[in-house]
């Protein structure tokens, strides 16, 4: 099977969106998302860099929990993790803004 390939981010997000139709799943990304910004403004505030390894867990764990039990597919940052980072991160603020539905 030929691994798909992209010349850019721009190519790449629409293909992210598409593993991303389930909403439970965008809204497991979301929850992941904001504890992962949490997790940082708590290192931050506090001094506390402990704070940080918490961000990882949170950010992938609800993630994965989105993908294996409702999508139903592999995360794409198995394959493409740079992209996928910043996938994430536009599909939260799409999801802010009210560009993307929760």
Same mark, same amino acid.
């Given at each position: 099977?030929? @691994?798909?390939?992209?010349?850019?981010?721009? /190519?790449?997000?629409?293909?992210? !969106?598409?593993?991303? =139709?389930?909403? /439970?799943?965008? =809204?497991?990304?979301?929850? *992941?998302? /904001? #504890?992962?910004?949490?997790? &940082? #403004?708590?290192?931050?505030? /506090?001094?506390? @860099?402990?704070?940080?390894?918490?961000?990882? &867990?949170?950010?992938?764990?609800?993630?994965? !929990?989105?993908?294996? *039990?409702?999508?139903?597919?592999?995360?794409?940052?198995? =394959?493409?993790?740079?992209?996928?980072?910043?996938?994430?991160? &536009? @599909?939260?603020?799409?999801? #802010?803004? *009210? =560009?993307?539905?929760?």
């Amino acid at each position: 099977m030929m @691994m798909e390939r992209f010349s850019s981010f721009t /190519t790449f997000y629409p293909y992210y !969106l598409n593993e991303h =139709r389930h909403p /439970t799943c965008r =809204r497991l990304h979301f929850i *992941g998302s /904001t #504890l992962v910004l949490l997790a &940082v #403004l708590c290192a931050v505030c /506090t001094g506390n @860099m402990g704070w940080l390894m918490w961000a990882p &867990v949170m950010g992938y764990g609800f993630a994965w !929990l989105g993908h294996f *039990g409702f999508e139903k597919n592999r995360p794409a940052t198995f =394959r493409f993790p740079l992209y996928s980072l910043m996938g994430d991160w &536009v @599909m939260y603020w799409q999801m #802010l803004t *009210g =560009r993307i539905p929760f």
